[in-house]
């Protein structure tokens, strides 16, 4: 894609997004572009956890009546749907959590911990969330463990690469600069030695297709939330032998086949991690959101937004004084504006209605490395339009005349 291509390009795919746009009642609240913090909810995913609520509301997995029935039906249909959704060969491989901030602490701290001694070596990119940095910082004081810093090129993994390597933690797609690893020669030198590789697909799974078998995934975490799903609800794929290894995560109700007062015998996959009663209106809600999705075509959603993220790039690069971030035609932009604080920008543009994300992004180390304290970022959907982009661009150049 070249920058400058414009509004005739984009203009040929704009009866696709105005019909993705129908759905999601809040773009009436504000022009939105902070998905990559959250995503807005499709209107079927709010009519189906409020039906959850309103008429249909069981518990799953204990209750013998007609309505819980039904509600375990559907949790196991919706992680059916999870599985064939990232490519797991069995639904029993996906754990609800809470979200990819729980799944990374849950592999930290039941698969992580009892495996690694002391000295034993953690690959964990500079690039990450902090939800995928201090999981790994907790076990490796609780173990002795060192977390080696990583770049994220695959080059430089080779030579980092050694015995001492137990897990190599990265991201599908940075929520900062956009970049998306290359996971499929990352997964092959990582097995090459022996290790085992998570990925963070916070973003990515919102973006890309993703095959968690070809790509030879061991432990692959993800939120609901960004993917148009519900707040609280997340989830953990692994390795059948993986999972089956694992120290169970916490104890309660239906975590167990059986129990004394003295001892315990731990629940099948993926029970044995789900102890309590999980988050049903979000699970249910979740299936109606996957289903929804498949009424698109990703392939042209995707271009939608590489089209429309050019064009922001193109735009913001009239300012002067912007320095950016984030990689080319990414739905993910960051960037700066020479002399002027980016809360400033935030406040200035939320007066005109326009939601944006700033700070550190949840990546203080990123941070460090790029040289600053907090970025801009614009995050963009393809329920987003050329207007919203204009019209963000309109209220930053206000701002910026307000702060100069
Ligand atoms: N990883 C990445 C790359 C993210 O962008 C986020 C959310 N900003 C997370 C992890 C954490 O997700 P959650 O807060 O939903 O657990």
């Known amino acids: 894609m070249v920058i400058g291509m414009g509004l005739l390009d984009l203009n040929l795919h704009n009866k696709l997004p105005e019909k993705f746009r129908a759905d999601f009642p809040a773009l009436s609240n504000s022009v939105y572009l902070d998905s990559a913090a959250t995503a807005l909810k499709p209107q079927t995913m709010i009519d189906t956890t409020v ?46 959590t809470r979200g990819t901030t729980e799944s990374i602490n849950i592999i930290a701290q039941s698969y992580a911990r009892p495996l690694l001694q002391a000295d034993d070596e953690i690959i964990v990119s500079e690039l990450e969330h902090h939800s995928n940095l201090l999981p790994w910082l907790i076990v490796a004081k609780q173990t002795g463990a060192k977390v080696i810093k990583w770049t994220a090129d695959v080059n430089e993994l080779s030579s980092l690469l050694s015995p001492k390597t137990k897990i190599v933690s990265i991201t599908q797609m940075s929520n900062v600069t956009g970049f998306c690893p290359d996971l499929v020669k990352i997964s092959q030198l990582v097995h090459q030695h022996n290790a085992i590789l998570v990925v963070d697909g916070a973003q990515g799974v919102v973006h890309q297709p993703i095959d968690v078998e ?37 104890g309660g109700g239906k975590m167990l086949k059986n129990t004394t007062f003295s001892d315990f015998e731990v629940e099948d996959l993926p029970y044995k991690f789900e102890a ?3 988050n049903i209106a979000g699970i249910l809600g979740f299936k109606a959101t996957l289903d929804w999705l498949k009424k698109w075509d990703e392939a042209q959603l995707n271009c939608y937004i590489t089209q429309l993220a050019n064009y922001a790039e193109s735009k913001l690069s009239e300012l002067n004084h912007i320095q950016f971030y984030s990689v080319k035609n ?22 005109q209605n326009i939601a944006i994300r700033t700070g550190g992004l949840c990546a203080k180390p990123l941070m460090d490395k790029l040289g600053c304290h907090g970025v801009i970022r614009i995050s963009i959907m393809p329920y987003n339009n050329q207007q919203d982009i204009d019209s963000f661009v309109t209220a930053l150049k206000n701002a910026i005349e307000v702060l100069t």
């Open 330 to 351: 990414s739905p993910i932009i960051s960037f700066n504006m020479h002399n002027i604080h980016h809360n400033d920008i935030a406040i200035l543009l939320s007066e």
């Open 214 to 250: 070809k790509l030879d995934i061991d432990f692959y975490a993800f939120s609901a939330h960004k993917l148009y799903g519900p707040t609280g609800l997340g989830v953990l794929y692994g390795k059948q032998h993986l999972l089956e290894q694992m120290d169970v995560w916490q």
């Open 276 to 278: 309590g009663t999980q």
């Open 51 to 96: 039906e959850y609520y309103a008429h249909n509301t069981a518990t799953a997995q204990r209750s013998l009546h007609q309505d819980a029935l039904k509600v375990t039906t559907a949790i196991s249909e919706a992680r059916q749907s999870v599985a064939k959704f990232i490519h797991s060969q069995s639904s029993h491989q996906i754990v609800w």
